[in-house]
Every structure is written in C-alpha cells, then in structure tokens.
C-alpha cells in the first residue's frame, strides 16, 4: 500500500494522559500537514511540515501540542496532559511541494478522552 | 462568517437519480476548489480538483466553479449506494503552505 498511513487507528485515553499518534506519508513526497476532524465538521488545519521544518502552525495548536518529523519521513504529533475537548479524529495529508499537488489524506486516528 | 459553507442535509435520494451538492465561500483569493469523499470512518478521497470558473467532468461527476457568485457544486449522475458518503468541498489559496479549507460537509444516502 503506497497511501498514507497512520497508527493507531484508535486511541481510547484517559484526562490528563499524553498520547502519540504517527503519520507515514508517500514515500515521494516531501509537504505533511496535520488536520483535527470533529463531528459533524469538516478537517481543520493544525500544521504544515515541509521535509523536516515545521513551517505553519493554526492557532488551534495549543501549548500542549507538538509535532516533529525528524527525518523529513514519518511526523508524530503528541498531545501533553489530554482533555476531553481534544477527542476528535486526527487525519494526516502529504503532497508534493513541486506544483499545486492536491493532499492525499490517511485513515485517521480517532482519539477519545474519558 | 465561515470561510466555507455547505447545507450538511442529510440528503437522501433513491438509485439513479441526480444528484446536486452545493457550497459557498467568501474569500475571493481562493483559487483551487476540490471535493472530497469521505465514507464513515475514513479519511477524505479526493474526488476532484479545478482551477478555474467552469466544469469539469471525470466519469459520473462534474464539478462546476463560478467565481464571480463564489458558488460550487457538485454533480452526481446515475447515484449509486456506493456514493453514500459525506461530500466536503474545500479550497485553497496558493500561498508557502497551501492550507486547505474545508466545509463542514453534507451527508448523502443513495437508497437502492
């Protein structure tokens, strides 16, 4: 399978817990942004990676989160002390950085805090 | 104001029949329009991308984009219940980052 991929899938925390959810783009392309997904909503920004350097974060992006992509391959994003607005699906896109290329997005990690 | 807006439905058609999804936005610095197919549990597919005011067409779909009223539509030929998903339409402005835009999405039931 050349698509995205995420894990987990699922997430089922606790308040207060930190998760870590992680984001396999195709292997070709070099942009990845993150998107948060509530009911009912459509996907909305958190933040833009271009290789490894985190370009763009949405304010939506409070203190306890965090996004890394070390290598300019796989990203990770942690959220720090969980809440239970933060349940949500989690979905990751990458595209190429060459041309108006469209984002292909993953599966999703669909968090849920108790 | 949201930047982007869509009529959520549900909407509920039977088999065949044609099928309009409709979206607003407000900024006329949006230059890409795209819809996306979302089915319950997934991440958005793709379904198709313009530039431009006008139509395209791919199979069963056509996208048409008027950005003088700043309205987009999707249309769906011979629905089938393989098309019951949640339909975003979506936006962008090319800029350093190319964030897309997302409506909130309008549900659609293709009854056999």
């Known amino acids: 399978d050349t698509g995205v991929s995420q894990d987990p899938r699922h997430k089922i925390t606790k308040r207060g817990q930190n998760v870590t959810f992680r984001c396999d783009p195709i292997?070709?392309?070099?942009?990845l942004y993150w998107y948060r997904q509530t009911l009912g909503q459509g996907p909305e920004f958190l933040t833009y990676f271009q290789n490894e350097a985190q370009l763009e974060k949405s304010r939506l992006l409070s203190d306890r989160f965090s996004a890394e992509r070390p290598k300019g391959s796989f990203s990770t994003l942690e959220i720090q002390r969980t809440e239970q607005g933060d349940s949500a699906m989690y979905l990751c896109a990458s595209s190429l950085a060459s041309s108006t290329d469209t984002q292909y997005f993953g599966p999703g990690t669909r968090l849920t805090v108790l | 104001q949201k930047e982007v807006e869509q009529d959520p439905g549900p909407l509920s058609v039977p088999e065949g029949a044609i099928v309009s999804l409709n979206c607003t936005y407000s900024?006329?610095?949006?230059?890409?329009f795209m819809w996306y197919r979302q089915y319950s549990r997934k991440g958005p597919e793709l379904l198709m991308y313009t530039y431009s005011s006008g139509n395209k067409e791919d199979g069963r779909f056509t996208a048409q984009v008027d950005k003088s009223s700043k309205y987009i539509s999707l249309f769906i030929r011979d629905s089938q219940p393989s098309d019951s998903a949640t339909y975003l339409c979506?936006?962008?402005?090319?800029?350093?980052?190319?964030?897309?835009?997302f409506g909130p999405g309008t549900s659609l039931s293709v009854i056999p």
């Open positions: 979506a936006t962008m402005m090319k800029t350093s980052y190319d964030k897309v835009i």
């Open positions: 900024n006329s610095a949006f230059q890409y």
């Open positions: 292997s070709e392309h070099n942009r």
